[in-house]
């Protein structure tokens, strides 16, 4: 039983944490299940982030890839780069005015060494050129502090970013 309130407590925070990131601190677009920063550990506003996420060893998409060789896969770490960049892009702007960036181009993506479940995996952007409306950021995620991706990515400002009717 008690082991079962803890697991109710752990997803309860985890929840709390990321309506913080994407409502009301940082403005991601994205919504659970498709949100993989989990931790702001240096944010420089506008230019650079150091985050970090985790992923959990239950979540289905390791039934297939791999089977009993669990792997995260590369796009999920691409999309887990983006969404820290995305955050130091928009945290260059007033809160109550913060823009949605999309991912609009993957420069270079180079995969170095596997990022598993349940390893913390350090995600880091900076951002390297822009212009009125795209952000170019160098990108890497570490595992264990050894690199295990490493790229450029383009963002750009999402000034019509419709919502669909909930």
Known sequence: MASDQKDHQDRESKADYLSLITDHFLGLPHRPP?????????CHPGRSVHARTL???DDPMFAGHFPDNPL???VILTEALAQAAGIAAASGYP?????????????TMKFLQAARPEKKIDLRAE???ATEALFQFKVT??????LAAEGQIVL????SFARAAE
Do not use: C, M, N, Q
């Open 72 to 74: 995260v896969p590369g």
């Open 34 to 42: 498709f949100v993989f920063v989990r931790e702001i550990v240096e």
């Open 55 to 57: 992923f959990d060893a």
């Open 95 to 107: 809160e109550t005015e913060r823009p949605f960036f999309l991912l609009s181009a993957i420069r």
């Open 141 to 146: 995620a570490s595992v264990d502090g050894a």
């Open 127 to 129: 951002k390297i050129g």
């Open 156 to 159: 750009s400002l999402a000034t």
